[in-house]
C-alpha cells in the first residue's frame, strides 16, 4: 500500500510548447522555454520566481527502474534557475537544498520563496528556510527559518497578512493543525487552529485578503477499507478564526466529482485559478487497493488526469472552466504566477512517469 500511495503522489512538470491566447484584436503567445534539466523531469519539487527567474528545486523520480517495475524512488538537492526574460537563456545550476526533498510547499512571498516540510528516503521533515535571489553576487541565497513543532509533508502553503501559513499534507499523529509563521518577526510558528472535516493531504491551499483557502485533497484507506477524497473549498477567516465552507468544486465533463490531488494553484486579482490533479473515480480505487493489477502500466490517457484550468472568482462566488490542450493534464506541478502568464512546473504524466516540459499558459482570458 505505502509503495502504490508513493507511486502516485504526484509531482513535476516542465515546460513545454507555445500556447496562443487572443483578446479582443490582440494576441499573446506564451514562450517555448527549455526542457528541464534533470533527465526524466521531477516530481513535487519547490518552485517559484525571484527576480524575473524560474527557480526550481529538490523533488523526485525513478531515474534507474521504473515504479511500475518496482524501481526505487531518488530524492534531489539540485537546484536550477531559467531567466524568463530572455528567448536564448537556458537553465543554470544554482546552491542546491540542505538536504534532498520532495513533497514540500512553496510559497511566493514578497521576500523570495519560502520552502517548508516535504519528504525524502529518510523521513518526513519539519525544515523550513527562505531563498532570496543576490542580483550583485547573482547567485541564490538560502537562509533558514524556524522549524515547524511537527514534521509535514505532501502539504500546501499560502501567503496572508505577512504570514507564511501551512496546512493539510501528512503530519504527526495524523493532525490537521494551521501553522503560521510571522514574516516580520520569524521566531516560532504559531499553531493557529484545526481544519474541520476529513484530512486533506495533497491540498491546494491558497490565501486572498484574510481569507485562507482549503481545496480539495484525500484521506487515504481507514480501517473500514474506505477513502475520502475531498470536493470542496474551505474557507478560514484569518481574523474570526473560523472554517467555513466556501464552494464545491464544479464535475468534470462526465459529471464526475473533483478532489483535485496533486493539482496546484494561485491566486489572482480575486481569482483562484486550479489546474492539474487526479481524476476522482480512478484515484479513489486505486487509493483504497481496488485498482486493477496493472494499474500502472496503463497507456496515459487511462488515467484521465484533470485537464481543465478552474478559475474561481471570489467576488460572485462564480466558476468558469477552461479546457486546456494536451500537456497541460499532469499531476502533482507547482503551479507558478509571472507577468501574463502562468506556468505549470514539473509533474507527472502518468503514475511514477515524469515529464520535462514545462507548461505555459497566458492569463489574458482566464480572470473574464
Not at 517555448?32 to 534533470?38: A, E, F, I, N, T
Not at 526505487?72 to 538536504?99: C, D, I, N
Not at 478564526?241 to 464526475?256: I, K, S, Y
Not at 507558478?336 to 507527472?348: A, D, P, S, T
Amino acid at each position: 500500500m505505502n509503495r502504490l500511495k508513493r507511486c502516485f503522489l504526484p509531482g513535476c512538470l516542465a515546460f513545454v510548447t507555445a500556447l496562443c491566447s487572443s483578446c479582443g484584436s490582440g494576441s499573446v503567445s506564451a514562450p517555448s522555454l527549455p526542457d528541464y534539466p534533470v533527465i526524466g523531469g521531477v516530481s513535487a519539487p519547490f518552485a517559484g520566481c525571484l527576480s524575473n527567474r524560474l527557480v526550481v528545486a529538490g523533488g523526485c523520480n525513478f531515474p534507474d527502474v521504473p515504479a511500475a517495475e518496482g524501481g526505487r524512488k531518488a530524492f534531489y538537492a539540485e537546484t536550477y534557475g531559467l531567466s524568463l526574460t530572455s528567448s536564448s537563456a537556458q537553465w543554470m545550476p544554482l546552491a542546491s537544498l540542505p538536504v534532498p526533498t520532495a513533497y514540500g510547499a512553496s510559497i511566493q512571498v514578497p521576500q523570495g520563496i519560502v520552502c517548508v516540510g516535504g519528504q525524502n528516503d529518510c523521513s518526513s521533515l519539519s525544515s523550513a528556510f527562505l531563498l532570496q535571489w543576490d542580483d550583485d553576487a547573482r547567485q541564490l541565497i538560502t537562509s533558514p527559518l524556524p522549524s515547524l513543532p511537527l514534521t509535514i509533508d505532501n502539504a500546501g502553503g499560502a501567503y496572508a497578512d505577512g504570514k507564511v501559513i501551512v496546512t493539510g499534507g501528512n503530519q504527526t499523529d495524523r493532525g490537521q493543525g494551521v501553522y503560521a509563521l510571522d514574516l516580520n518577526r520569524p521566531e516560532a510558528w504559531e499553531k493557529l487552529c484545526d481544519y474541520p472535516g476529513p484530512r486533506r493531504v495533497q491540498p491546494i491551499v491558497l490565501a486572498h485578503a484574510s481569507s485562507l483557502y482549503l481545496i480539495g485533497g484525500f484521506d487515504a484507506r481507514q480501517q473500514d477499507g474506505e477513502s475520502t477524497l475531498s470536493t470542496n473549498i474551505l474557507r478560514y477567516d484569518l481574523t474570526t478564526r473560523e472554517w467555513a465552507e466556501e464552494a464545491q468544486l464544479p464535475a468534470d465533463a462526465e459529471g464526475t466529482p473533483r478532489c483535485l490531488v496533486g493539482g496546484s494553484g494561485v491566486c489572482i486579482d480575486d481569482c483562484l485559478i486550479l489546474a492539474g490533479g487526479v481524476n476522482y473515480a480512478i484515484f479513489k480505487e486505486a487509493v483504497e487497493g481496488k485498482a486493477p493489477a496493472d494499474y500502472l502500466k496503463r497507456p496515459r490517457e487511462w488515467y484521465k488526469f484533470n485537464r481543465d484550468l478552474l478559475v474561481y472568482h471570489l467576488n460572485d462566488r462564480r466558476w468558469s472552466t477552461h479546457p486546456m490542450p494536451d500537456g497541460t493534464n499532469k499531476a502533482g506541478g507547482v503551479l507558478v504566477h509571472h507577468r501574463q502568464f502562468l506556468y505549470m512546473i514539473c509533474g507527472e504524466t502518468k503514475p511514477g512517469i515524469r515529464t520535462q516540459e514545462i507548461v505555459a499558459v497566458p492569463t489574458q482570458e482566464l480572470l473574464r
